[in-house]
Nanobody, 132 residues
């Protein structure tokens, strides 16, 4: 039974930092890519960042490039999203998802955002609120 557990959200002031965790179980970690998505009230879900564990390739949305860093701890089957220089517009529920590492790494290689349709398993969300 595949499970993804997202955690680490909270309330932070603009300019602050948070680290989100996506702990996975029930899957072969190296065969999967993990993506972070977010959805703000009244807005569509947005792919924020992803990492393909088979080759370590990554993707960042333009809105977070230079501020967010995604990385894996293979020993813990966990992917992290380090979020720095947070802005009020980063406020959203953040979700992690697991999908085919080969297909998603192909998207990374082309410099395009991997489609959410490439992800098979989704975790519950964690709320991130950036406010003074």
């Amino acid at each position: 039974d595949v499970q993804l557990q997202a955690s680490g959200g909270g309330l932070v002031q603009p300019g602050g930092s948070l680290r989100l965790s996506c702990a996975t179980s029930g899957l072969t970690f190296d065969d999967y890519a993990i993506g972070w998505f977010r959805q703000a009230p009244g807005k569509e879900r947005e792919g924020v960042s992803s990492i393909a564990n088979r080759d370590g390739s990554t993707y960042y949305a333009d809105s977070v490039k230079g501020r967010f860093t995604i990385f894996s701890d293979n020993a813990k089957n966990t992917v992290y999203l380090q979020m720095n220089s947070l802005k009020p517009e980063d406020t959203a529920i953040y979700y992690c998802a697991a999908g085919d590492s080969f297909a998603i790494s192909m998207a990374h290689g082309m410099g395009v955002r991997p489609s959410s349709q490439l992800y098979d398993f989704w975790g519950q969300g964690t709320q991130v609120t950036v406010s003074s």
